[in-house]
């Protein structure tokens, strides 16, 4: 059996999940009859102390619709440079909401409040409108980064100084309150929307929740049927969400303690350069110089049964989840250290 260590989306449901799925009452969600959805929804609402959420087929789905509700055509929309909403959501803020990417270079995904505040375009009919700023916490291109939680204050600052909205994509926020221990509820105060995968480390089969007022969520529902998003019987799948939400939080822990193992034995090895401090359930490390030397190594240890992916010419990405046994961990750093 291949350790699938490409990404925490590779999991499957756990019996118990699939018995809750299997035991879930459904009803037609666009007519917002579906008991269990409107459960998921309200539970991630009250969660984060908003008023209200959204069940969304995926989280790109979910921060699309929030930037698609934040702003107009031709505005601009601060992001750091690696986040997903810019480099891996096929091109979607230009295509759904003809808005254009200020793209900042962070420090492990993460920018600045003074970053922020000298992107900001003045008031001038040549400039787009900025209107909105985008956060990635953990930052999955930084490595499972998570941000500094005063940092996050101060950019909230400059946007309420300068009339811009503020988007979580927290696909990962639930490892970042695990990794730091801060309350959902402090990010509820923070940001006018924050989308969260249930599809990563929480092991559901699909699915995200964009979480924000209630407002705002009335048009992103609009938004999300625009999209094609509209699901009917969705209680089946949302019954995933709520049991993740019920069982599978705290036990990020345990991914974050097997991450931290394996980059351990990495940082031993000769051929490997540089690897990015373990926060959360994602290492991602240097090795080598040569271009393409991380494909030849992710190659190799595909042979050994280790699935990993080369990202970037000399980067490769190791991400931990619910499907990675202690027994696994063992057998992978075993591996490692017979390089
Ligand atoms: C996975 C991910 C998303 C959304 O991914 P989907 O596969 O569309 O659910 C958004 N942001 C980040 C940082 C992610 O890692």
Redesign the pocket.
């Known amino acids: 059996m291949p350790i699938d260590l490409r990404s925490d ?1 590779v999991t499957r449901p756990t019996p118990a999940m699939l018995e809750a799925m299997f035991r879930a009452q459904v009803g037609d969600d666009v007519f917002g009859e579906d008991p269990t959805v409107n459960q998921l929804e309200a539970m991630a609402a009250r969660l984060f102390g908003m008023e209200a959420a959204l069940y969304c087929p ?4 979910s ?1 699309q619709i929030a930037i698609k509700c934040h702003t107009q055509p031709g505005d601009e929309v601060i992001a750091e440079r690696n986040a ?2 810019y480099i ?1 959501e096929g091109g979607g803020i230009a295509f759904n909401s003809g808005s254009s990417v200020r793209a900042l270079e962070g420090d492990r995904g993460r920018i600045t409040a003074e970053q922020v505040s000298l992107a900001i375009n003045p008031d001038d009919v040549h400039r787009p409108r900025t209107s909105l700023v985008t956060l ?1 916490n953990t ?2 291109r930084g490595g499972g980064s998570c941000y500094d939680f005063d940092e996050m204050k101060k950019i909230r600052q400059v946007c309420s100084d300068n009339h811009l909205k503020l988007h979580l ?1 927290g ?2 926020l639930f490892n970042a309150l695990v990794a730091t221990g801060k309350p959902a509820r402090e990010y509820g105060v923070l940001f006018d929307s924050i ?1 969260v ?1 249930l ?2 480390g929480l092991g559901c089969p699909i699915g ?1 929740i964009l979480i924000g007022p209630a407002a705002f969520i009335r048009q992103a529902r609009r938004v999300r049927k625009v999209l094609g998003g509209g699901m009917r019987q969705a209680g089946f799948m949302a019954a995933s969400g709520l049991y993740a939400l019920e069982h599978h939080i705290d036990r990020l822990a345990e991914d974050h303690a097997h991450a931290r193992q394996i980059a351990a034995a990495l940082e031993k090895k000769d051929f490997v350069h540089s690897v990015m401090p373990v926060e959360t359930n994602i290492i991602i490390f240097e090795t080598g110089d040569t271009v393409d030397c991380a494909k030849g190594l992710s190659q190799e240890l595909r042979q050994k049964g280790i699935f990993c992916i080369a990202i970037g010419g000399n980067q490769i990405r190791m991400v931990t989840h619910l499907d990675v046994t202690p027994e696994m961990v063992g057998e992978v750093i075993a591996v490692i250290e017979q390089l």
């Open positions: 989306t995926s989280g790109t789905m921060n997903h909403v891996y990635e930052c999955n994509d696909a990962r989308s995968c599809n990563k995200s």
